[in-house]
């Protein structure tokens, strides 16, 4: 099982950005033999995958954030990033980070069925 930690959340204005981080240890191969990527909750409301990046480097994303988030990733720091720009109240959510062993190809609804999971980290948007 690999570790993974995020950072990153706060609270911003509606139109801020934010950029999260996943810090992934404990594994017994690199970043680059797993897909990652990123799910959001918000209270009330169901598991939402937003983004994921598969072994590749091939991303892709959930409608509602597409043009205004990335996800990327650093393999020689093991580490993933998700970039959220023109951010909205819809937004407000616990983000998480997952990732999956050697998977074959990825959809951002896929992310939320990871069994890597970090803690989360918050982030809040005010209109």
């Known amino acids: 099982q690999v570790q993974l930690v995020e950072s990153g959340g706060g609270s911003v204005q509606a139109g801020g950005s934010l950029r999260l981080s996943c810090a992934a240890s404990?594994?017994?191969?690199?970043?680059?033999?797993?897909?990652m990527g990123w799910f959001r909750q918000a209270p009330g409301k169901e598991r939402e995958g937003v983004a994921a990046?598969?072994?590749?480097?091939?991303?892709v994303y959930t409608d509602s954030v597409k043009g205004r988030f990335t996800i990327s990733r650093n393999v020689a720091k093991n580490s993933l990033y998700l970039q959220m720009n023109s951010l909205k109240p819809e937004d407000t959510a616990m983000y998480y980070c997952a990732a999956l062993y050697m998977c074959r190809a990825v959809a951002p609804a896929d992310v939320v069925f990871w069994g890597n999971r970090g803690q989360g980290t918050q982030v809040t948007v005010s209109s």
């Open positions: 404990r594994y017994t191969f690199g970043i680059g033999s797993y897909c």
């Open positions: 990046i598969d072994r590749a480097g091939s991303t």
